[in-house]
């Protein structure tokens, strides 16, 4: 019996993980690479998912025509560099029947170690 448990408490774990990541958090990862978002003083440029240790979407907005979103991100672009905490602003156009990735804007930047 207690083994019955266990198992169901490892796939109900197991089934949690797989679905903390969304879609929509897989598509922000992948539409991020080669962007960079931010100015002179501080910016980010995406050059491989790698790079993106976490994202979380804090809150979005989806109109007709538009789907904006404010997501939290972790960064780092080497295992030997510091890491970042990023707020950003993602914003998407419908264009036809589909949604394409229109811009990222950075709204905080930090290094955290």
């Known amino acids: 019996m ?3 448990t266990l198992l169901l ?14 879609p929509e958090v897989q598509q922000l990862r992948s539409d991020l ?6 100015g002179r003083e501080k910016c980010w440029k995406f050059q491989s998912a790698d790079q993106i240790k976490e994202l979380v979407i804090k809150d979005k ?18 295992s030997t560099t510091g890491k970042y905490a990023a707020e950003a602003r ?10 394409k990735f229109k811009q ?3 709204l905080s930047l930090a ?3």
């Open 2 to 4: 207690k083994r019955m």
């Open 90 to 99: 993602v914003e998407y156009e419908k264009i036809g029947t589909e949604w």
């Open 9 to 22: 408490t490892m796939m109900t774990a197991g089934a949690l993980t797989l679905t903390a990541q969304t």
């Open 33 to 38: 690479i080669g962007r960079t978002m931010g």
């Open 61 to 78: 907005t989806e109109g007709a025509q538009k789907w904006v979103c404010t997501v939290t991100l972790k960064l780092q672009a080497g």
């Open 104 to 106: 990222v804007g950075l």
């Open 111 to 113: 290094k955290i170690e």
